[in-house]
């Protein structure tokens, strides 16, 4: 008899049109999902929630613009389903997406296939924190199952992990054109350092795993064959609640490039399993806003061939005793 396991991507969502209410809802789900660790009282998460609504729906509909990366995620779900589909064997694997702050939401994915006989929930972020692979971890310890079923499984471990770091290094020179004499910024998604007080934040945010990350990926780079960027640089997408974040920030880190008269520069967001707002609207509209001339823009990993293979070859890891 063939073992049943659901393996569940777990992103964190957006909306998919340019309405209000999609977009309230996603902002609201967010701030709740950060309020678990965050002081964002109610009253300033539903102002917040409501303006971010009406900026979403103005913006997306002034630049047409409409976020892929629930549909990336989706993608993603049916390409990990055809590499498993190859290698069953006495295991049969039945993919779906789950999403933080937008429907399916993953805990009621999570719910829904607990009759299997393992699930393994995947965070679809590189990094390890409390707000991504912390949540699945709590998740699963509340779905504990009777007798008979193994507990949830969190695939982490992601940001350190030299197979991934080889498909990124893979990708990256694939989509790169590395025009004469511009530079490299990996921006990855920055996290908070200090809260409002100037204290270090009471939760797992994944700070010493990006640091890491980055200084991997930076002098694999550096040091690949391939590589004739004139510099490369590392920056953060961070956002404006809760304290101080990480540092430089990308605005930060273009200004001194401009400062520094370079004038061409590719930008590959490294930081995401998937691309969406913050990667294709707010990094390009910063880009933009810096007065670099020249600015390409390398995809996140998305729906490559690779980072399938890779995933497959991590659940079958999981799997090993």
């Known amino acids: 008899m063939k073992q049943r396991i659901a393996v569940i991507l777990a992103a964190h969502g957006e909306a998919e049109t340019a309405g209000f209410f999609d977009n309230f809802s996603m902002n609201r789900h967010t701030l709740a999902h950060a309020g678990e660790v965050m002081n964002l009282p109610v009253p300033l998460q539903l102002m917040i929630s409501v303006a971010g609504g009406v900026k979403n729906m103005v913006q997306f509909r002034k630049k047409n613009f409409r976020s892929p990366q629930n549909e990336i995620t989706r993608k993603q779900a049916g390409l990990l ?3 498993l589909a190859r290698q069953t064997g006495k295991t049969e694997f039945d993919v ?5 702050v937008t429907p399916p939401f993953v805990e009621k994915v999570v719910e829904e296939t607990r009759h299997y006989d393992l ?3 995947i965070p679809m972020a590189p990094i390890d924190n409390r707000l991504m692979s912390g949540s699945l971890e709590l998740l699963a310890e509340r779905h504990r199952p009777e007798a008979g079923r193994k507990r949830p499984k969190v695939l982490t471990g992601f940001w350190n992990d030299p197979d991934l770091l080889d498909v990124y290094r893979d ?24 809260d409002q007080q100037g204290r270090e934040p009471g939760f797992h945010t994944g ?22 960027y004139q510099r490369v640089e590392v920056a953060y997408l961070n956002h404006d609640v809760g304290g101080t974040w990480s540092s430089p920030s990308l605005q930060e880190m273009l200004e001194t490039l401009r400062k520094d008269n370079v004038d061409a520069l590719e930008l590959f967001s490294c930081g ?9 609207l707010n990094a390009r509209d910063h880009v933009t806003e810096s007065g670099i001339k020249k600015a390409g823009f390398i995809p996140c990993l998305n729906e490559s061939e ?5 995933l497959a070859a991590k659940v079958h890891k999981a799997l090993t005793p």
Do not use: C, W
């Not at 990708?171 to 200090?194: C, I, P, R």
């Not at 700070?207 to 040091?223: C, D, H, K, P, Y």
């Not at 995401?272 to 294709?280: N, P």
């Open 81 to 83: 389903a055809e590499k």
């Open 96 to 100: 779906h997406t789950s999403f933080f």
């Open 119 to 121: 699930q393994l929930l």
């Open 171 to 194: 990708h990256l020179f694939t989509h790169a054109s590395q025009s004469h004499g511009s530079s490299l910024v990996l921006a990855f998604h920055g996290t908070l350092e200090k």
């Open 207 to 228: 700070s010493r795993e990006i640091a890491t990350m980055a200084a991997a990926l930076l002098q694999a780079v550096q040091n690949d064959p391939r590589n004739t």
């Open 272 to 280: 995401y399993f998937s691309d969406g707002t913050e990667t294709m």
């Open 306 to 310: 690779a980072f399938a293979d890779y």
